[in-house]
C-alpha cells in the first residue's frame, strides 16, 4: 500500500481536477450494472450448499435456450446477488451436493420459469427474489451441467457479461505479471471500472493448486497488488503452504470489496476445496480482510480460518480520505469508508472475530530527527494502526521499527510468519 504517494496524489488533484473526470465516469458506469439479488433454500435440507444460476438467451441455434451468464456459489441456505449489464435474464438453482460445480442429475434443482424472466434496464435493481428447490422436482435434467465450462470466456464478450464473472477464480499467474504492475494498481483506486472490464480482480495461484499444503491468502492494501507479497510469499514453507492473492480495485467501497472477496473465495474452495485457510493482510487489506471474515464465518460448511496476521493497517481509518471527503469535487468512494469512524469501520467491529481466528496485529513506527505530529510508519499514524477495538480482539500485538511498505521486505517479519504458521498447524 503506497499510502504516502496516495495522499501527495490525492492533494494534488484536490488543486488540479487532474482525474475527477475520470473517477465520475468510473463510477457511473459501475452504476449501470443492474443488480439481481434474493435468497436460496432448498427443500431437502437447510445445509445443502446451493449454485444459484444467472442464465440470458443464447445465441440462435445453440442447443439450450440459455447460457450461463455467472454463478453464485451458497454453503446453505442464504442470500445471493449479480451485477449485470442491461438485458433480459433469468435464475435457476441446484443443490451442489457433492461440491463440484457440475448439476448432475438426481440432484434437486429449480428449473427456468420462462414466464419470471428478469428484463434489466440501466441502474435498475430487481430485489427479494427467493428460490426454493423443491426435494422432488418434476424430472431430472438431461446430462451433466459444468457451471464453470459453459460459462463465456470470449474477450470480445466481456462487456455483455456480469461483473463477478470478469473475476479470476484460482488463475496461475507469476507475481512479475503485468497484470500486477503499479500503473495497474494505480488504474485500480482512479478507474475501478476499467480495472474490473479487464480481468484484473480475483484470487490467483503461483502454481496448480495442491490438496494437501494450506493456502496462505494474501490481501494487498490500497494502490496494492499481489507483488507488494513478493517477499514474504518467498519465504513461506512450500513443502506445506501454497501463496494465493486477492487482487482488486482499491477505488471502490470496502463493502463491496469484502462481498466479492467472500463469493471469490467461495467459488475457488468449490474447485479446491481445503480445511483451512490462513490469511495475511497489508495495511487497508486488513479492513477488508476483516470484514471477508465475518461473511465467511456466516457459511458453515466453509474452510475454518484458524490465523489472521494484519501488517500496518489503518484500524482507525486515515485522515487524508476524511480531507478527500471534504474537499475533493468527486469523492472516490473508497474515502467514504476510509475515514475515521466511518459506517464500515464500525460495522468490521460490531461483532467478534470467529473464535476459532486467531487475530496477530502486527503494527510499525518509524520515527527520525525530523519527524514531528503523530507518531506513525511515514504513512499511518500508530494510533488508527492500535485502534483499542482491534487491540481487543487480537490475541497478539508486536510492534516494527520499519516504513509502512518497507515492512514487507522485513526478515523478522517473515520469520514472525512461519513461526505462526508452525504453531497452527
Not at 482499491?250 to 475457488?268: F, M, N, R, Y
Not at 470467529?354 to 525530523?370: A, E, I, K, N, Q
Request: charged share 20%; net charge neutral; glycine share 6%.
Amino acid at each position: 500500500m503506497r499510502i504516502r504517494a496516495w495522499i501527495l496524489a490525492t492533494a494534488s488533484c484536490l488543486l488540479s481536477s487532474c482525474v475527477f473526470q475520470d473517477v465520475r465516469e468510473q463510477q457511473a458506469r459501475l452504476d449501470d450494472a443492474c443488480v439481481i439479488e434474493g435468497s436460496a433454500s432448498s427443500a431437502a435440507t437447510q445445509d445443502r450448499p446451493i449454485v444459484v444460476l444467472l442464465l440470458s438467451p443464447a445465441p440462435p441455434g445453440s442447443a439450450r435456450p440459455w447460457t450461463i451468464a455467472d454463478h453464485f456459489v451458497l454453503e446453505t441456505a442464504g442470500r445471493w446477488g449479480f451485477a449485470a449489464p442491461p438485458g433480459n435474464y433469468a435464475l435457476a438453482a441446484f443443490d451442489d451436493a457433492n461440491r463440484d460445480l457440475v448439476y448432475q442429475p438426481g440432484e434437486p434443482y429449480l428449473g427456468v420459469d420462462a414466464k419470471s424472466t428478469i428484463t434489466c434496464t440501466a441502474g435498475t435493481r430487481a430485489t427479494n427474489i427467493a428460490l426454493r428447490i423443491s426435494a422432488n422436482p418434476p424430472a431430472p435434467l438431461s446430462g451433466e451441467i459444468n457451471v464453470a465450462a459453459l460459462q463465456a470466456r470470449d474477450q470480445h464478450l466481456q462487456m455483455r457479461r456480469t461483473l463477478g464473472q470478469l473475476t479470476a477464480a484460482g488463475q496461475v499467474a507469476k507475481l512479475s505479471d503485468a497484470r500486477f504492475a503499479r500503473d495497474v494498481a494505480e488504474n485500480g483506486l482512479w478507474r475501478p471500472f476499467d480495472f474490473v472490464a479487464s480481468e484484473y480482480a480475483g484470487i490467483y495461484f503461483l502454481e496448480p493448486d495442491d490438496p494437501r499444503k494450506t493456502p496462505v491468502l494474501f490481501v494487498h492494501g490500497i494502490q496494492g497488488t499481489p507483488a507488494s507479497f513478493e517477499h514474504l510469499a518467498g519465504k513461506l514453507d512450500r513443502s506445506r503452504y501454497q501463496p494465493w492473492f486477492y487482487y482488486y480495485p482499491s477505488g471502490v467501497h470496502l463493502s463491496e470489496i469484502a462481498d466479492h472477496l467472500a463469493q471469490t473465495v467461495a467459488k475457488v474452495t468449490r474447485r479446491h476445496s481445503h480445511e483451512r485457510i490462513v490469511v495475511v493482510a497489508h495495511s487497508m487489506g486488513g479492513l477488508v480482510a476483516r470484514g471477508f471474515i465475518l461473511r465467511h464465518a456466516r457459511n458453515a460448511g466453509a474452510a475454518k480460518i484458524p490465523l489472521f496476521v494484519t501488517i500496518s493497517t489503518p484500524w482507525d481509518g486515515h485522515k487524508a480520505a476524511e480531507i478527500g471527503v471534504k474537499r475533493a469535487p468527486v469523492v472516490v468512494r473508497v474515502w467514504e469508508d476510509m475515514s475515521p469512524g466511518s459506517e464500515y469501520l464500525r460495522g468490521i467491529f460490531a461483532q467478534p472475530l470467529p473464535s476459532g481466528t486467531s487475530h496477530h496485529l502486527l503494527f510499525t513506527y518509524r520515527r527520525d530527527s525530523t519527524s514531528f505530529g503523530a507518531s506513525d510508519d511515514e504513512a499511518v499514524t500508530v494510533a488508527s494502526q492500535l485502534l483499542m477495538a482491534a487491540q481487543a480482539n487480537a490475541v497478539r500485538l508486536q510492534g516494527f521499527d520499519d516504513t509502512h511498505v518497507g515492512v514487507l521486505r522485513n526478515n523478522e517479519v517473515s520469520a514472525l510468519l512461519n513461526r505462526l504458521l508452525a504453531e497452527t498447524r
